[in-house]
């Protein structure tokens, strides 16, 4: 999606939306209003517009996701098992990049709150490698100082993309992550993002904030536009939805995290998500708070770090809800356009692997089938990529 296309799209959010609570559950929770329903013009303000939309509250019981190990859609699909093809790498691995020799395996889940993560079914998929761990802020800024690349969180807003807004609104700056210092309903991500003048990938949380001491941290507040750019930059694109769920699965079947069966791994956490109370009590029980270092936790199977949790990574593929109901078998591409029913109207690529947000109050999307999805023009303090190269 060019630019121009994107800025529209948020232009248009900006005149449809009620208010900024509305719009906010429409953007983080969908389906809140029917795509019929005539809304009136709000009062304009691009804080709406630029909320994250990858994670859905709990519909049910206690307010919490319920247990994989007793959540199960019946017919979810067929089921097969994993099987790794015996490929050897065709060539030494670039540097940083591990073998991942593709194969087939029963992509999507059983999970009862992944309906888009269903039918699952068999993918079988070519050898391609991967980067072990996201692109950090080291690697970033070596990509911007050769090229001079201007991500979209730094570009001005034209105002002409934006009719109606006060100018003075219409100031770069991304979505942060900013917990209230109480409990708050779950239902309404306004409650946590906060759009910040002035924040960009070097400065994460806006002004004041910078980047020393986490320049082994994910690269964050990178649009999907920005991580192309840099996938073409490096030689390298960003994988499919299917590359990535086939390497988070390490090799495992159905497994319903990235390194096993249970949350914990003997009594150690395996992945940097939220503990505590979401989100205004965070206990940092893993030892961070916001991003971790790209090797803070121990790798997948494959070899590949955080795979679940720290920063969700942005895949090539146009975000469908329906799409596995259509999938090719081989090397799907993903759909040729892109349908949210919770955001009908608004174009989204696909992110995959939660982030340091997940929690089992919110989120819990770091399990590798489940799906998220954004605007392709949106980034936040939460999202980053990683890139491939086809063997
Ligand atoms: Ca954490």
């Known amino acids: 999606m060019c630019a121009k296309n994107s800025l529209l799209n948020r232009s248009r959010l900006m005149v449809s939306a009620r208010s900024f609570c509305v719009l906010a559950m429409l953007v983080a929770l969908g389906g809140c209003r029917p795509a019929s329903e005539p809304v009136e013009t709000p009062a304009p303000t691009v804080t709406t517009v630029l909320l994250p939309s990858c994670c859905t509250a709990p519909e049910q019981g206690d307010g919490r996701f319920p247990d994989p190990a007793t959540s ?155 991580a192309v750019a840099y996938a073409k930059w490096a030689g390298k694109r960003l994988p499919t939805e299917a590359e990535f769920e086939f390497a988070a699965r390490g090799g495992a079947t159905q497994k319903p995290f990235v390194w096993g069966d249970t949350f914990c791994e003997d009594g150690k956490l395996m992945a940097n998500t939220f503990q505590g109370h979401f989100p205004d009590k965070n206990t940092k029980d893993d030892g961070y708070e916001r991003t971790s270092p790209v090797d803070a936790f121990p790798p997948n199977g494959f070899g590949l770090y955080d795979m679940a949790g720290n920063v969700w990574n942005w895949c090539s593929d146009w975000y469908r ?71």
């Open 72 to 226: 199960h859609v019946e017919d979810s699909g067929k089921v097969i098992e994993t099987v790794v093809a015996k490929i050897p790498p065709p060539r030494k691995a670039p540097e940083g990049m591990v073998w991942i020799p593709g194969g087939k395996f029963s992509m999507g889940t059983d999970y009862g709150p992944f309906g888009d993560a269903r039918p699952i079914h068999t993918v079988e998929l070519s050898g391609y490698y991967m980067d072990a761990h996201a692109v950090t802020n080291a690697e970033f800024a070596k990509f911007v100082k050769a090229t001079h690349y201007v991500t979209v969180a730094e570009r001005p807003l034209n105002p002409r993309d934006f009719p109606g807004v006060d100018k003075s609104m219409l100031v770069p700056g991304a979505i942060v992550f900013t917990p209230p210092t109480q409990e708050v309903p779950l239902n309404d991500a306004g409650n946590w993002w906060r759009y910040v003048p002035g924040a960009n990938w070097k400065n994460p949380e806006g002004p004041g904030s910078d980047l020393k001491g986490r320049e082994n941290h994910p690269v964050v507040q990178v649009a999907w536009d920005d």
């Open 321 to 391: 809800n329906d799409y596995y109901k259509n999938s090719p078998a081989k090397n799907p591409q993903g759909p040729k356009d892109s349908f949210d029913p919770e955001e009908p109207g608004v174009m989204k690529r696909v992110q995959r692997g939660g982030s340091f947000l997940c929690t089992d109050q919110f989120c819990s999307r770091y399990m590798p089938g489940g799906r998220g999805k954004g605007a392709p023009d949106t980034g936040s303090s939460h999202i980053g990529f990683r890139c491939v190269i086809g063997g």
